[in-house]
């Protein structure tokens, strides 16, 4: 149980603080409601393009980085789908400097030409070094396009393409900037050995003064229902044969979400799970197989992806995948084995509530997507879930004519 208080500026701006005396260090975590879900379809990438640029620095602090570091932090930032996230962590002392240099930069970033080609050198580099030169880097990308036709979750935080960060024009990211980087799109949550009422009154001091923006957001599109099998294959210079599946679920909010989250741990969560114990170390077809779910905002999926050995042939994989599934339908999971991964995952829960940086993230998290209380409720939501209920799900969902998936195959392989 973590326990908070939440506050409210008149400008928009949601302020969580979690109080922990059981360090010196303070955690600063700054959740934006934008993500690749809110670009524009001809300039995809744009979310994490500009998440590079939030380091150019700030009229009053154009050596952000420096002036963390010299006050013994650390700090960060990552985008997905649904939203960027900044986040640092420093002696409890340097409260204020963190919440000066994010205020900062919130309402008065450096944005210019050098800065933009800059941080564009940066995404390009990254675009080819992470997703196309990187054996299997660019195929879960290749597995959302199979599985989304009409939502932007088809594609990924990267962007479709490496023209279309070629083509971000400073207007471009001065509008995104001045829309989305505004503190009635944004959630700061505060961790560590600090008072509340101090804590608030300082940020007071530093964002009540940023104005808020209006906000205009990308039509919501509805994903199609998928009538049937999808499959796409790509051959690449890769190790070995690979393949990726995916099955839509509901969203991170929605009650189906542990069952969903449960499922994958019981098929591919470790090396005890059902998938990795059957066709890697009992059939050896496959050198790994794993199972996951991506928890997204908007309908998700459920992953199963792996390494196919050498002379196997794709056909004997997904045969022997099915078999379990449709055991899992037919015969339903023990409660033994469902306690097990329902420990797994409390153990995971409570080890990450002992860390100050991912309460702070957490809680800004559960705020963005819900009510910052669902943290609370978590826990209680898996605890609750019965083997039955697993099993009429994956009954549900867990189909053929859901499934889409992706062969990759060795370059010279011969296999189809």
Known sequence: MIKYKKYHLDNGLRVIIHKDKSTPIVAVNLAFDVGARDEDPNITGLAHYFEHLMFSGSKNAPDYDVQVQNAGGQNNAFTTNDYTNYYLTLPKNNLELALWLEADRMFQLNLDEKSLEVQRQVVIEEFKQRYLNQPYGNNLAQLRKITYKDHPYKWATIGQDISHIEKVTLKDAMDFYKQFYAPNNCILSICGDVDYEKTFNMVKKWFADIPPSTISRQPKIQEREQKGPRAEKVEEPVPLNAFLWSFKIGKRTDSEFPLADLTSDILGRDESSLLHQKLAVELKLVSNISAYVT????????????????????????????????????????????LKVKNKFETAHVYGEMNVMNKAMNLGYAELCNDVEDINRELLNYQAVKAQEIQIWVQEKLTENAQSKLHVIKTGNGQK
């Open 295 to 338: 928890g997204d905002r908007g309908p998700g999926m459920l992953v199963i992806s792996g390494k196919v050995n050498d002379g196997v042939e794709f056909e004997q994989v997904e045969k022997e995948i099915w078999k379990i599934i449709n055991e899992l339908k037919e015969v339903g999971i023990s409660n033994e084995n469902l």
